[in-house]
């Protein structure tokens, strides 16, 4: 509870400082454009809500540049909260009954493919979810546990990733849209050695077993 809230509080404060919004909002849902074919008669038209009438009449090029917003468009995109909050679920229901477990992977899972798919997030929004998700554990998880040198090692690891994530979406991505292959992956080996370094580390702080108390053997009357 204490790493849902915590999450809850700073992602807004993030989004104050890095306003984007997903796929949806910026470029719609295309959906007046196949009225014709009637595939989705019941979706709202794109330009009631998006922040820009763009694709696929007019498809996006040359620099990104800042779009005006709205008053009711939400900018809640980096972190993803959703994928967050998702990922604490599935952290803290690891220990759980079968069931529990089997609820908080269909939850994660969902959750990364209901984001994706209705176009509220972009994949990048999603790995930086898991990164803050996981940074913000550790860190309540080493006050716990105490900040030794793991302890501050991972969090300092996570929070520098963290932060190299927002720098590189704000200023490198004409080039990571240029060079998908070589940028994707990386992003993805940066939010795989996050997830490594915490289940590492925080292996070693859960508790030893205690072996079970052996009773001292009774003495032995001695044969005359």
């Given at each position: 509870?204490?790493?849902?809230?915590?999450?809850?509080?700073?992602?807004?404060?993030?989004?104050?400082?890095?306003?984007?919004?997903?796929?949806?909002?910026?470029?719609?849902?295309?959906?007046?454009?196949?009225?014709?074919?009637?595939?989705?008669?019941?979706?709202?038209?794109?330009?009631?809500?998006?922040?820009?009438?763009?694709?696929?009449?007019?498809?996006?090029?040359?620099?990104?540049?800042?779009?005006?917003?709205?008053?009711?468009?939400?900018?809640?995109?980096?972190?993803?909260?959703?994928?967050?909050?998702?990922?604490?679920?599935?952290?803290?229901?690891?220990?759980?009954?079968?069931?529990?477990?089997?609820?908080?992977?269909?939850?994660?899972?969902?959750?990364?493919?209901?984001?994706?798919?209705?176009?509220?997030?972009?994949?990048?929004?999603?790995?930086?979810?898991?990164?803050?998700?996981l940074t913000?554990?550790?860190?309540?998880?080493?006050?716990?546990?105490?900040?030794?040198?793991s302890a501050?090692?991972?969090?300092?690891?996570?929070?520098?990733?963290?932060?190299?994530?927002?720098?590189?979406?704000?200023?490198?991505?004409?080039?990571?849209?240029?060079?998908?292959?070589?940028?994707?992956?990386?992003?993805?080996?940066?939010?795989?050695?996050?997830?490594?370094?915490?289940?590492?580390?925080?292996?070693?702080?859960?508790?030893?077993?205690?072996?079970?108390?052996?009773?001292?053997?009774?003495?032995?009357p001695e044969?005359?």
């Amino acid at each position: 509870m204490r790493t849902f809230l915590t999450t809850g509080l700073l992602g807004p404060a993030i989004y104050m400082i890095y306003p984007v919004v997903g796929p949806v909002f910026a470029y719609g849902t295309g959906s007046e454009y196949w009225a014709a074919a009637n595939l989705w008669p019941e979706a709202p038209p794109t330009g009631q809500w998006a922040v820009g009438d763009l694709w696929p009449v007019t498809p996006p090029a040359g620099a990104p540049h800042p779009m005006p917003f709205d008053e009711f468009t939400p900018r809640n995109c980096m972190p993803s909260l959703h994928t967050a909050w998702a990922t604490v679920i599935y952290i803290h229901s690891r220990k759980a009954p079968r069931i529990l477990r089997f609820a908080g992977t269909f939850w994660l899972i969902a959750t990364l493919a209901a984001t994706l798919g209705f176009g509220y997030h972009y994949g990048a929004d999603l790995v930086a979810g898991v990164v803050f998700a996981l940074t913000v554990e550790a860190a309540l998880r080493a006050q716990a546990h105490g900040w030794d040198r793991s302890a501050t090692q991972l969090v300092a690891y996570g929070a520098t990733v963290f932060a190299a994530l927002l720098v590189s979406y704000r200023y490198l991505s004409t080039e990571m849209a240029e060079h998908p292959w070589l940028y994707g992956p990386l992003l993805l080996l940066a939010m795989a050695s996050v997830i490594y370094g915490y289940v590492r580390t925080t292996k070693h702080w859960e508790p030893k077993p205690t072996p079970a108390h052996q009773p001292k053997p009774r003495p032995q009357p001695e044969l005359v």
